[in-house]
């Protein structure tokens, strides 16, 4: 295990290529620097007991603490100008544990190689090829295309993604991006990836970046918020042979069985005195890690950016 997740990459040397993207910003997580936080309950069906022994989704509820965010490095990023957007989900368990789920509004990862992420930002921010000379949209979608022809799914619907702005961080889909697996109380293992879905969901075309504020999906969610709580399902999808668990860019085929095991209840924003690191690492008992590299790479570079934060670097 120690030699599969070895890299020629330390979580040092990435935190300082995610610096090169829009610069440094003291006292901000390296990535998805802008969000905000909400109390939530996690309310689990049984669904999940015939596949695991993970409490948090058994039948009792469990209080938790989401983050809604923005991709970028800049916490002072215009919410329409960023199509990927984020939903952590940290799970308070009753021992006193907790545990994280990290997602995003994309289905994969752009690579399944910590130092080809690393490779595709330095393309991104170079002098001659990167966003200072080139267009930050379609030019750079076809140059990551070309050089990176493994990732044109995920580029392709960050690229569909940024065309629309969405109406809500309460009516999107999020993944969780890596497979974990699941395992029960007679020790059988089950690979699995799990999926966010809204329980209310609209569409609305005429949502156009000319009537929107910087901040409208934060000033929108909590409007809504004073109204109900928001609500999300939590599904997983069970893996089949031929399904690799340990690919970050591998998407399941979509008529994979779905399981529904439970739903989050959004219900006000809170601001925490103590940072909140969303290691994906961390699970309980029932929980296993794939080898996905990418999954065990975040542990260090989540560290290594927390450690800059707290020192207001």
Known sequence: MEQLHKEDLTPKEA???????????PGARRAHAKGDMYEAVFHPNGNAVPYTVAPHLHREAVSATIRFSNSPPNPASIDYLTPAKGLAVQFQLADGSITNLVSATVPMFVTSSPREFI??????????????????????????????????????????????????????????????????????RQAIKYEWVPVKETKDPALTSKSLSANYLTEELDNRLNQAPVEFDLFIRLAEDGDNPNDATDMWPEERRKVNIGRLEIKNKIHPKEDIVFDPTIVPEGIELTDDPILHFRSGAYAESYERRSKNE
Do not use: C, W
Request: charge should be negative; aromatic fraction near 12%; proline fraction near 5%.
């Open 15 to 25: 935190v300082d290529a995610l610096e090169q993207i829009q610069g440094k910003f």
């Open 119 to 188: 490779d595709m930002i330095e393309i991104f921010t170079d002098e001659k090829t990167g966003i200072k000379t080139i267009d930050r949209g379609l030019a750079m979608v076809e140059l990551l295309s070309k050089k990176y022809p493994h990732s044109k799914n995920v580029i392709q619907i960050i690229k569909e993604q940024a065309k629309q702005p969405p109406i809500s961080y309460a009516e999107l889909h999020y993944y969780p991006i890596h497979a974990f697996y699941f395992v029960n109380k007679d020790g059988v």
